[in-house]
């Protein structure tokens, strides 16, 4: 299984504000992910990030507000832009692993806006 | 989308009983995949299971795929079972994003 790194663990941030996630996997990887996990709430899908393009976002989430990049296989960002109080969530980068499909997490980013 | 739904959503067990987690889907699926998520938020893989039954210790699960359900099993609880259960699917043509269920939080008394 794929070895996820993922910081910072934990964030309070201002309202306005922007916070960059990262995600480090210790293998090459094909499909990474970024989930948003709402207090008491499970998973949701924001996007699928790309290796060398756009990223692929889920309904209800935008670039501008979700800016992902993907500069090579094992290694990704997560922006949470200008941020309001109901971004309050947990952040987790995900990968698939191969051949087996398996969905890998990394510990998740504990996000709290004031 | 596909749907998923967990039953039951919230289950309190005495040490050493038996539980019974189910799933259900609305579609058919390429990937199944159960989850638990442990009081500090760590999400732990536990089976990949698609079609089919898989054992793994204390914990088992069968996922029978023509009537779009699967089952988790967890024998002798042991506290360090509570937490948050997760089904997870993909359909067929999902570019396989997993869709989660909404969990069974389970908590397992000494």
């Known amino acids: 299984s794929a070895v996820i790194s993922q910081k910072p663990s934990r964030d309070i941030c201002q309202r306005g504000t922007s916070l960059t996630i990262q995600c480090q996997v210790d293998?090459?990887?094909?499909?990474m992910f970024w989930y948003r996990q709402q207090p008491g709430q499970s998973l949701t899908l924001i996007a699928t990030?790309?290796?060398?393009?756009?990223?692929?976002?889920e309904s209800g989430f935008v670039i501008d507000k979700f800016p992902i990049s993907r500069p090579n296989l094992t290694f990704s960002t997560l922006t949470v832009s200008n941020m309001s109080p109901e971004d309050s969530s947990i952040y987790l980068c995900?990968?698939?692993?191969?051949?087996?499909?398996?969905?890998?997490f990394g510990s998740g980013t504990q996000l709290s806006v004031l | 989308g596909i749907q998923v739904e967990q039953s039951p959503p919230d289950l309190i067990l005495q040490e050493g009983a038996n539980s019974t987690l189910r799933c259900n889907f609305s579609?058919?699926?390429?990937?199944l995949q159960w989850f638990h998520q442990n009081p500090w938020g760590q999400l732990i893989n536990l089976f990949y299971?698609?079609?089919g039954t898989k054992q793994n210790g204390r914990l088992s699960a069968t996922t029978v795929a023509t009537e779009r359900y699967s089952l988790l099993y967890i024998s002798s609880s042991q506290t360090t079972d509570s937490g948050v259960y997760f089904c997870?699917?993909?359909?067929?043509?999902?570019?396989?994003?997993?869709?989660f269920g909404s969990g069974t939080q389970l908590t397992v008394l000494p």
């Open positions: 995900s990968v698939l692993g191969y051949p087996n499909e398996k969905l890998f």
């Open positions: 293998s090459q990887v094909t499909m």
């Open positions: 990030a790309n290796q060398g393009s756009e990223a692929t976002y």
């Open positions: 579609d058919s699926v390429n990937n």
């Open positions: 299971i698609p079609s």
């Open positions: 997870a699917v993909a359909s067929w043509g999902s570019a396989r994003q997993l869709t």
